[in-house]
């Protein structure tokens, strides 16, 4: 007899009323023991935001060193409203406590009083840290107390985005006042680096002035000694001079009055003399006129004509010579009338040289004042081009100093921050949160239920293994009495247990996957690796009924156990104590597990070889032990016949 044939043998054994539905629950075990699990657990932190939750906010507004309000409690209420991670429930302290202690809370949130007065000096030179207080009760869940751990995490982000946001309010006031005193101060470095050129430019002129003074005192100097040399002998001139007028000028001057005098005497004696041989030659004239008149025949007589002509020629003269006679006496009278005032002016003119001799002295002693002022201004003049000078060297290091002052507050203005409300907002807002962690899984599971997939479905399918041999018989007697071969009848045994397993197998994934949203991203091969679990787990539990009897059951139990703790599904390896990391690579859950961690989430195809490797080799393993616990059994002893425990 075949093994297929012992293996439908036993499932027909399931006859009857209630007796047919033993294969249908045989196979909705791994329904019951996986997706009720994973249901119940498919997603805790997504449905966080129904866990209530009390929030105290006894926080009382602020206002920062510059000024800048703070309300960090009122902008923390409204993050924790916005985020929906708990079923936020705002009430007093009152209400709050007494709803933890009866279990209408799962926690209490209390936000002090002072939380944003301590925020508010993040400015100061003493800046404190506030917090918040979260007050758990354990007695009404423990689970919720850790899931405020996780959540904790994100209020203390959220606390401290409000905490940055108020110091940088703070900061930015500050950098306020600061970038206006540098505006000032940079307003003022320009001013003064302008100042320091204008200086410098007017102490280049000042030295070229001076310069130039200091070489026209000199020439002032030179020009008033020669001055005071010219003045002196003009002082001696005119102190000859005045000696020679003083001397000779009155008698020259009497001397000249007197020739004036003879020459106007003489002139006016010659110009009688003309005017009476004038008088004469004109009676002459007139006579000889007469005498033609008289005498007509005169009047063609040559020597009459000649001697007339004479006459008037004569006459002529006369007139002329009285004529210039009377210009010399008129000029003779003038010159005497001149030689007068001249000896008149001698007197004045004497004294006159005795006043400026005077002046010139007093210009001599001004011209000698002057070249001494001239030289002592010189010298100074040259202390005063050394100072203009060093002048002008400061005020070049003085602008050279003033620009890199300008620059330099330039730059450190440049790189403050603008501080109007938009950026204030934007920088708060930024320096908030100053950090964004991007995260990224090469593999991602997604939901919790379906990182804690392959894990429930191990338990599933190993209690489904433990379970089925409760109703099912590990062996066919009438196979093991008769003369069937060990391996069939180990084989029909595994058949009915692997069949009924692979059903379940089925159903648990098309369950998880339609009702929960498995979407593993390889449907096949998680398929596949679930049939060859529950192929190879049903052996071993065959195995262990068939060769221990109820013990064997008990020891699966065992098995269970070791492998809810050693098989890595829920925290990692490390983590566990060395007696479990050791237990890990023996049990076959292990496998299992990592083998659908690849096939649901992805992951290195190698790991998914060396599991179905290890999986098959434990089903391989437990039959071939199977078939020899079966050659075992047809050997019967007193042990068999009254077992210490049967079930």
């Known amino acids: 007899m075949t093994a297929l044939r012992l293996a439908a043998l036993e499932l027909r054994r399931f006859r009857g009323p209630l007796r047919r539905f033993v294969p249908l629950l045989l196979c909705l075990i791994p329904l019951l023991y996986g997706a009720m699990y994973l249901w119940a657990n498919w997603d805790p932190y997504g449905r966080?935001?129904?866990?209530?939750?009390?929030?105290?906010?006894?926080?009382?507004?602020?206002?920062?060193?510059?000024?800048?309000?703070?309300?960090?409690?009122?902008?923390?209420?409204?993050?924790?409203?916005?985020?929906?991670?708990?079923?936020?429930?705002?009430?007093?302290?009152?209400?709050?406590?007494?709803?933890?202690?009866?279990?209408?809370?799962?926690?209490?949130?209390?936000?002090?009083?002072?939380?944003?007065?301590?925020?508010?000096?993040?400015?100061?030179?003493?800046?404190?840290?506030?917090?918040?207080?979260?007050?758990?009760?354990?007695?009404?869940?423990?689970?919720?107390?850790?899931?405020?751990?996780?959540?904790?995490?994100?209020?203390?982000?959220?606390?401290?985005?409000?905490?940055?946001?108020?110091?940088?309010?703070?900061?930015?006031?500050?950098?306020?006042?600061?970038?206006?005193?540098?505006?000032?101060?940079?307003?003022?470095?320009?001013?003064?680096?302008?100042?320091?050129?204008?200086?410098?430019?007017?102490?280049?002129?000042?030295?070229?002035?001076?310069?130039?003074?200091?070489?026209?005192?000199?020439?002032?100097?030179?020009?008033?000694?020669?001055?005071?040399?010219?003045?002196?002998?003009?002082?001696?001139?005119?102190?000859?001079?005045?000696?020679?007028?003083?001397?000779?000028?009155?008698?020259?001057?009497?001397?000249?009055?007197?020739?004036?005098?003879?020459?106007?005497?003489?002139?006016?004696?010659?110009?009688?003399?003309?005017?009476?041989?004038?008088?004469?030659?004109?009676?002459?004239?007139?006579?000889?006129?007469?005498?033609?008149?008289?005498?007509?025949?005169?009047?063609?007589?040559?020597?009459?004509?000649?001697?007339?002509?004479?006459?008037?020629q004569l006459d002529d003269t006369a007139g002329r010579l009285d004529a210039a006679a009377t210009a010399a006496d008129t000029e003779a009278r003038q010159n005497l009338d001149h030689a007068h005032r001249l000896q008149d002016g001698v007197t004045g003119l004497q004294q006159h040289i005795q006043d400026a001799r005077t002046p010139l002295r007093l210009v001599d002693t001004g011209t000698r004042d002057i070249a001494d002022g001239a030289r002592t201004a010189t010298d100074g003049l040259t202390a005063l081009q050394q100072a203009a000078q060093s002048l002008q060297t400061a005020t070049g290091q003085a602008h050279a100093a003033a620009g890199t002052l300008t620059a330099t507050t330039d730059e450190a203005l440049r790189k403050i921050p603008p501080t109007d409300p938009d950026h204030v907002a934007r920088a708060a807002e930024v320096l908030g949160t100053p950090v964004h962690i991007d995260r990224t899984d090469l593999h991602p599971a997604g939901v919790y239920g379906r990182g804690l997939a392959p894990f429930f479905f191990g338990i599933a399918l190993w209690v489904f293994g433990l379970f089925a041999y409760l109703l099912l018989r590990p062996l066919n007697p009438r196979a093991l009495a008769g003369r069937t071969p060990a391996r069939t009848v180990a084989l029909a045994g595994w058949l009915p247990g692997a069949a009924l397993g692979c059903a379940g197998a089925v159903v648990l994934y098309a369950v998880v996957d339609l009702a929960l949203g498995l979407h593993p991203r390889h449907p096949v091969l998680t398929l596949a690796l679930l049939l060859l679990a529950a192929g190879s787990f049903v052996a071993v539990d065959h195995f262990l009924r068939t060769a221990l009897g109820a013990p064997g059951d008990v020891l699966s139990l065992v098995l269970l156990i070791l492998q809810l703790t050693a098989s890595g599904g829920l925290y990692p390896m490390p983590t566990a104590p060395g007696f479990f990391q050791a237990l890990n690579p023996l049990l076959p859950m292990t496998y299992l597990?990592?083998?659908?961690?690849?096939?649901?989430?992805?992951?290195?195809?190698?790991?998914?070889?060396?599991?179905?490797?290890?999986?098959?080799?434990?089903?391989?393993?437990?039959?071939?032990?199977?078939?020899?616990?079966?050659?075992?059994?047809?050997?019967?002893?007193?042990a068999r016949l009254h077992p210490d425990i049967a079930l």
């Not at 096939?599 to 434990?618: M, Y």
């Open 48 to 312: 966080t935001s129904r866990i209530p939750v009390a929030v105290v906010d006894e926080d009382r507004p602020a206002h920062s060193i510059t000024g800048e309000p703070v309300d960090a409690g009122a902008q923390l209420v409204q993050q924790l409203k916005a985020s929906g991670d708990f079923g936020w429930r705002f009430v007093d302290a009152d209400a709050a406590h007494a709803g933890l202690r009866s279990g209408r809370y799962f926690f209490v949130l209390h936000i002090p009083g002072d939380f944003s007065a301590r925020l508010a000096t993040g400015g100061t030179d003493r800046p404190e840290k506030a917090g918040i207080t979260i007050e758990l009760n354990d007695a009404n869940n423990y689970i919720a107390g850790i899931m405020t751990e996780v959540v904790q995490s994100r209020l203390q982000a959220q606390v401290d985005s409000a905490a940055h946001a108020a110091y940088v309010r703070a900061l930015y006031g500050e950098l306020g006042g600061i970038r206006d005193r540098l505006a000032t101060a940079s307003d003022g470095a320009h001013r003064l680096q302008d100042a320091t050129d204008t200086a410098g430019r007017g102490a280049a002129a000042l030295t070229s002035g001076t310069t130039a003074l200091h070489t026209g005192s000199a020439q002032v100097a030179a020009g008033s000694d020669s001055i005071s040399a010219a003045v002196t002998q003009l002082d001696r001139a005119t102190e000859l001079l005045d000696r020679k007028a003083a001397a000779d000028l009155p008698a020259a001057a009497a001397a000249l009055v007197r020739t004036a005098e003879l020459a106007a005497d003489g002139t006016h004696t010659v110009h009688d003399t003309t005017t009476r041989i004038k008088t004469a030659t004109g009676e002459q004239t007139t006579r000889l006129t007469a005498l033609a008149d008289h005498h007509p025949g005169l009047a063609d007589d040559p020597a009459y004509q000649a001697l007339l002509q004479q006459a008037r």
């Open 593 to 638: 597990v990592d083998g659908l961690r690849v096939t649901i989430s992805g992951g290195e195809p190698a790991h998914l070889v060396r599991d179905v490797l290890v999986l098959a080799a434990f089903a391989a393993a437990a039959l071939t032990a199977t078939t020899l616990t079966v050659r075992r059994h047809r050997t019967w002893t007193v």
